[in-house]
């Protein structure tokens, strides 16, 4: 079953919408990282590139009729390399001697995961090299998308952030102000309180007590 894109189909066995973007079959390494004696070990299997709302994933399986049961689901944006012709590589003459295949029909990509120990490089032999080249270019498109996605949320969060960032700080300034106008700032320890004016209110007989001699004749002597 030759490769091919498809545009904007969406697929109804799944949990949610899920818009296929290129599926085909390919000759896939096994997982084992050392070259096995013969070839019984690469398999052929149906591989999905695929889109969930803002999510991209690789999957492949055992054949197409089997595809609502993946084996296994790559993460893309763990794809580290990925190219066609993997000439260089160390196990590139055991690849072209056991299938008898021209360098631009392999695609090569690798894998990181969360250790290097997981990390895994596929060997995926296409039918040519238009086929192989096919899966390539969709992939390269994918990643940049991803990538583009990504700096924009990361820019959306950072914007965010700002302007959380300068309400709080408007808030802590308005408070401060707030605390200043209330405070009342303490005196110096060696600095003596401030005397309080005490007004005390007499009646006519403190007055009269708190007259001079002088004055309390005169008075008399008016009477």
């Excluded at 590139?92 to 295949?101: A, G, P, S, T």
């Excluded at 032999?125 to 270019?137: A, Y």
């Excluded at 996605?149 to 990361?154: E, G, S, Y």
Aim: charged fraction near 30%; proline fraction near 6%.
């Amino acid at each position: 079953m030759p490769n091919k894109k498809k545009q904007k189909e969406t697929v109804k066995f799944y949990s949610e919408p899920v818009e296929e973007l290129y599926t085909g079959y390919l000759i896939k390494s096994p997982t084992r990282p050392a070259l096995p004696k013969n070839t019984k070990s690469w398999k052929r299997r149906f591989f999905v590139l695929s889109k969930t709302r803002d999510t991209y994933q690789l999957t492949y399986h055992a054949k197409h009729e089997s595809i609502d049961k993946p084996l296994r689901v790559i993460d893309i944006s763990k794809i580290s390399l990925l190219f066609t012709s993997p000439e260089t590589h160390q196990k590139w003459d055991w690849v072209k001697k056991k299938f008898k295949c021209s360098p631009s029909s392999v695609l090569f990509m690798k894998v990181e995961e969360d250790t290097l120990k997981h990390s895994r490089d596929y060997f995926l032999i296409g039918e040519n090299s238009d086929d192989v080249e096919g899966w390539c270019s969709a992939l390269v498109n994918v990643q940049k998308t991803q990538n583009s996605q990504n700096k924009l949320q990361h820019k959306a969060n950072t914007l965010q952030d700002d302007r959380f960032r300068s309400a709080s700080e408007a808030l802590r300034l308005n408070f401060s102000e707030d605390n200043d106008r209330n405070y009342c700032y303490p005196h110096k320890l060696s600095e003596p309180p401030l005397p309080i004016p005490v007004i005390e209110e007499k009646d006519e007989k403190d007055e009269m007590q708190d007259e001079s001699p002088e004055d309390s004749s005169e008075y008399m002597a008016s009477l």
